[in-house]
Every structure is written in structure tokens, then in C-alpha cells.
């Protein structure tokens, strides 16, 4: 496919006094990333256009418009849809093409929601570490004396690559190149943070639920500790962020431990934070991009907040189907398909959003989006709809 597509995004608004509403924003990237901000979008009323060379890209079904290429090999292309948006922003981590946009940057005619600093210094978990340390930020202990040991790569996004070794003749088949660190024990917290290169947005904490892969398989809302949302700022402000960045830490017995930051836009947490507390992280994002000075600290977070959902609670995550049952599982599930789109559920039943991803061999995997005022309703309504897919497959 060359030309532009033509889709019908399932997704309607449900924020009506969205001042973007109407606007037009092209996503780079229709993998993860790329779904999580088609679907905030569509939610704010912006018009979606989406740009991936891969025709099977995951997010087209939830945009306006799908332009099928390879930016970093038809350029003049890629100016002209600058052009006719009036934001942009990357949603992969393709390095090839993170370079081309930064060499491009000058000459793309719209805002270019993005920090390529920070994300240069977050991409490196080394340097980041470094940085860690630079400011006073607590981290996980290097090399530590005896096991267990937590290893990652250098470079890898989220949990590709990480492991824990829990002996050192295991240890030896590490590459070199690996981090190798203390292994604490205590849940995962992530928080985004968002800047304007002079004022910071702490948003809010999410739980990340962590299977045997060190794979993130459900994502809950957390309530707001303040050591925390502190060290996110400092964080931020040592960057100057000018963007958007994850923060993901653990709760030990020793304290806080930064894990990593990925200054970029994230997968999973985002949907969490827009129906546990109403802000919409893309919204906020633009008015990052948007609003001059200290105004975006003042006003961005109103601008951004869905009053429907405030102070309300989620359940996000993903199950395959196997052999008539649903088994939760991390965002691989939905990589490993090639199709992705909205499964209805009772119409009746609010609170409720499920996608389907497909693929050969009739695979097939879900995304359930549940959420309500309170916990126990939110859990309610996830029984339900695990309910609702099993008796459409039967």
C-alpha cells in the first residue's frame, strides 16, 4: 500500500469540551505505543492520521487516515502530511527513524511533541544510571556481592532482555555489556511526568503487574506518594524535559529504586491514568507544546482532565485465548498479532472496552479496558467482561 487509507475509527469522544477537539494529529508508529495514543486521541476528538511502513500496523484500524511508507525514505512526503497536521509526535523507538525526525526537525511544519535529549539519555540505561546518580536519585546497587542479580540490556525498551539470575555460574552467560544489578523485591510503580523545558507535571502512579517474563500483564491505579512524585520532578527538571517521560521505580524494603525513565510516549499505563484520574497524557502533552511559560502549569492539567473520570479507578490488561479459556499475559500478546480491533461488548453495560487482536493460525488475544467510580465496581464489571468473551467464542 502507497496511498493513504481511509478507516473509521471505533473509538468515539468522550470528552466534549476538549479544546483540540478537531484537530489533527499524526502518530509515528502503529505498534503499541502507536494504539495507546490513536486511542487517547480519538477519545479527545483530534483526527488521527497514522504513519507506519508496515501495512499491518496494529493502530490503522483506530485512525482517520493510515499513510503507508517509510518517512526516512520519502521525505518530501513526510513534510507535506506536516503540513496538513498541527501535531506530530513519534510513537516507536526505531532509531533510524528517531534520527531522521531529529535531523528533520527544522524543516517538519507543525509541533514535534518530543525531547530528543532526553530521550537520548533515557534509551541508554547506563548513562541513565549515570544521570541517577548525578542528581541524588536512588537506584538499584551495581554488581552486587551474591545473588540474586537483576541483568538488562544496555538499550532494550521495558522488559526486553531483563531477567533475574539467581546464581553466578548463571551469571557468566550475561553479555558483557548487560547491567548488572541488585534484585529487590517490592511492586513496580510507574509515573509519567511531563514538561515544557520549565515547568513539570507529576500525573500519576500506576501498579505494574509483573509476570515470569518481567512482562507487564495488568496495569491499576495507586494512590499518590509524594518521596515518589518528588524524585519524578527532580528528574525532570534536571533533563529540562520538554516532553513526556515514564518514570518506573520500585517500592523495596531499602526504599525507593528508580529502575529506568523512557522519555517517550508509553504503552499501557496512559488508558490506566485517563479513567483513574481523567487526565488524558496526550492532551497534556500538546499543551505542553501549546501553552507558553508558567501557564502550563497552571492551567495544563484542567485543560487535560476528563471530569468524568476523576478520582475513579481502572483495570487494564491482556489475556489470549487458549483452548476455550483466557489467560492474562503481557503486551507481547498484542504484538504478536497483526490485527487489532474493537471487540463489542453489551452496549448496556458502560465502564466496559474490549479489543481483539487476531492473527494466523486463528490466534487471537484481548485488551480489556474496565473501570468505574470505585475498585470494587471496576472488579465487578472485569468479570463481566472476561464473561462476555467467553460466551461470544463459545
Same mark, same amino acid.
Given at each position: 500500500?502507497?496511498?493513504?487509507?481511509?478507516?473509521?475509527?471505533? *473509538?468515539? %469522544? $468522550?470528552?466534549? #469540551? @476538549? =479544546?483540540?477537539?478537531? /484537530?489533527? &494529529?499524526?502518530?509515528?508508529?502503529?505498534?503499541?505505543?502507536?494504539?495507546?495514543?490513536?486511542?487517547?486521541?480519538?477519545?479527545?476528538?483530534?483526527?488521527?492520521?497514522?504513519?507506519?511502513?508496515?501495512?499491518?500496523?496494529?493502530?490503522?484500524?483506530?485512525?482517520?487516515?493510515?499513510?503507508?511508507?517509510?518517512?526516512?525514505?520519502?521525505?518530501?512526503?513526510?513534510?507535506?502530511?506536516?503540513?496538513?497536521?498541527?501535531?506530530?509526535?513519534?510513537?516507536?523507538?526505531?532509531?533510524?527513524?528517531?534520527?531522521?525526525?531529529?535531523?528533520?526537525?527544522?524543516?517538519?511544519?507543525?509541533?514535534?511533541?518530543?525531547?530528543?535529549?532526553?530521550?537520548? *539519555?533515557? %534509551? $541508554?540505561?547506563? #548513562? @541513565? =544510571?549515570?544521570?541517577? /546518580?548525578? &542528581?541524588?536519585?536512588?537506584?538499584?546497587?551495581?554488581?552486587?556481592?551474591?545473588?540474586?542479580?537483576?541483568?538488562?540490556?544496555?538499550?532494550?525498551?521495558?522488559?526486553?532482555?531483563?531477567?533475574?539470575?539467581?546464581?553466578?555460574?548463571?551469571?557468566?552467560?550475561?553479555?558483557?555489556?548487560?547491567?548488572?544489578?541488585?534484585?529487590?523485591?517490592?511492586?513496580?510503580?510507574?509515573?509519567?511526568?511531563?514538561?515544557?523545558?520549565?515547568?513539570?507535571?507529576?500525573?500519576?502512579?500506576?501498579?505494574?503487574?509483573?509476570?515470569?517474563?518481567?512482562?507487564?500483564?495488568?496495569?491499576?491505579?495507586?494512590?499518590?506518594?509524594?518521596?515518589?512524585?518528588? *524524585?519524578?520532578? $527532580?528528574?525532570?527538571?534536571?533533563?529540562?524535559?520538554?516532553?513526556?517521560?515514564?518514570?518506573?521505580?520500585?517500592?523495596?524494603?531499602?526504599?525507593?529504586?528508580?529502575?529506568?525513565?523512557?522519555?517517550?510516549?508509553?504503552?499501557?499505563?496512559?488508558?490506566?491514568?485517563?479513567?483513574?484520574?481523567?487526565?488524558?497524557?496526550?492532551?497534556?502533552?500538546?499543551?505542553?507544546?501549546?501553552?507558553?511559560?508558567?501557564?502550563?502549569?497552571?492551567?495544563?492539567?484542567?485543560?487535560?482532565?476528563?471530569?468524568?473520570?476523576?478520582?475513579?479507578?481502572?483495570?487494564?490488561?491482556?489475556?489470549?485465548?487458549?483452548?476455550?479459556?483466557?489467560?492474562?499475559?503481557?503486551?507481547?500478546?498484542?504484538?504478536?498479532?497483526?490485527?487489532?480491533?474493537?471487540?463489542?461488548?453489551?452496549?448496556?453495560?458502560?465502564?466496559?472496552?474490549?479489543?481483539?487482536?487476531?492473527?494466523?493460525?486463528?490466534?487471537?488475544?484481548?485488551?480489556?479496558?474496565?473501570?468505574?467510580?470505585?475498585?470494587?465496581?471496576?472488579?465487578?464489571?472485569?468479570?463481566?467482561?472476561?464473561?462476555?468473551?467467553?460466551?461470544?467464542?463459545?
Amino acid at each position: 500500500m502507497s496511498a493513504s487509507a481511509q478507516n473509521k475509527s471505533p *473509538i468515539v %469522544s $468522550d470528552f466534549p #469540551e @476538549s =479544546k483540540y477537539a478537531g /484537530k489533527r &494529529i499524526c502518530l509515528i508508529g502503529g505498534k503499541l505505543q502507536g494504539v495507546e495514543a490513536a486511542y487517547l486521541a480519538k477519545k479527545a476528538g483530534l483526527i488521527v492520521t497514522l504513519i507506519d511502513k508496515n501495512p499491518n500496523a496494529l493502530a490503522q484500524s483506530l485512525a482517520d487516515v493510515f499513510d503507508c511508507f517509510d518517512i526516512t525514505k520519502d521525505k518530501s512526503r513526510f513534510i507535506s502530511i506536516s503540513e496538513e497536521s498541527d501535531f506530530m509526535i513519534p510513537v516507536n523507538e526505531n532509531e533510524e527513524t528517531i534520527q531522521f525526525l531529529k535531523s528533520a526537525a527544522d524543516e517538519i511544519k507543525c509541533p514535534l511533541l518530543f525531547d530528543f535529549g532526553a530521550y537520548e *539519555i533515557s %534509551s $541508554d540505561k547506563s #548513562e @541513565s =544510571k549515570d544521570y541517577f /546518580k548525578s &542528581i541524588g536519585v536512588p537506584t538499584p546497587a551495581d554488581i552486587p556481592d551474591e545473588p540474586p542479580y537483576f541483568v538488562k540490556p544496555p538499550s532494550e525498551s521495558g522488559s526486553i532482555g531483563a531477567r533475574i539470575i539467581q546464581t553466578d555460574d548463571e551469571l557468566k552467560s550475561v553479555p558483557e555489556n548487560y547491567l548488572i544489578e541488585e534484585y529487590l523485591e517490592g511492586p513496580v510503580i510507574s509515573l509519567e511526568v511531563i514538561g515544557n523545558g520549565s515547568d513539570y507535571t507529576v500525573v500519576k502512579e500506576t501498579h505494574i503487574h509483573i509476570d515470569d517474563v518481567w512482562d507487564c500483564f495488568m496495569v491499576t491505579p495507586l494512590p499518590n506518594d509524594e518521596t515518589y512524585r518528588k *524524585i519524578a520532578f $527532580d528528574l525532570a527538571k534536571g533533563l529540562n524535559l520538554n516532553g513526556i517521560m515514564d518514570v518506573e521505580a520500585i517500592s523495596s524494603q531499602k526504599g525507593w529504586k528508580v529502575l529506568e525513565i523512557d522519555a517517550r510516549f508509553p504503552s499501557q499505563t496512559p488508558i490506566c491514568v485517563y479513567f483513574s484520574c481523567g487526565v488524558n497524557l496526550l492532551l497534556l502533552l500538546i499543551e505542553a507544546f501549546s501553552v507558553i511559560g508558567s501557564e502550563f502549569k497552571e492551567k495544563g492539567v484542567s485543560n487535560s482532565t476528563n471530569p468524568k473520570y476523576e478520582n475513579a479507578y481502572c483495570i487494564f490488561e491482556h489475556f489470549q485465548k487458549e483452548n476455550g479459556k483466557l489467560i492474562s499475559g503481557g503486551e507481547h500478546l498484542i504484538s504478536a498479532g497483526s490485527d487489532f480491533h474493537s471487540f463489542e461488548a453489551d452496549p448496556a453495560e458502560g465502564g466496559i472496552e474490549i479489543f481483539e487482536c487476531t492473527g494466523e493460525n486463528g490466534y487471537s488475544a484481548y485488551t480489556v479496558i474496565t473501570y468505574a467510580k470505585t475498585e470494587s465496581e471496576t472488579k465487578k464489571k472485569r468479570e463481566k467482561a472476561i464473561s462476555f468473551i467467553l460466551e461470544s467464542e463459545n
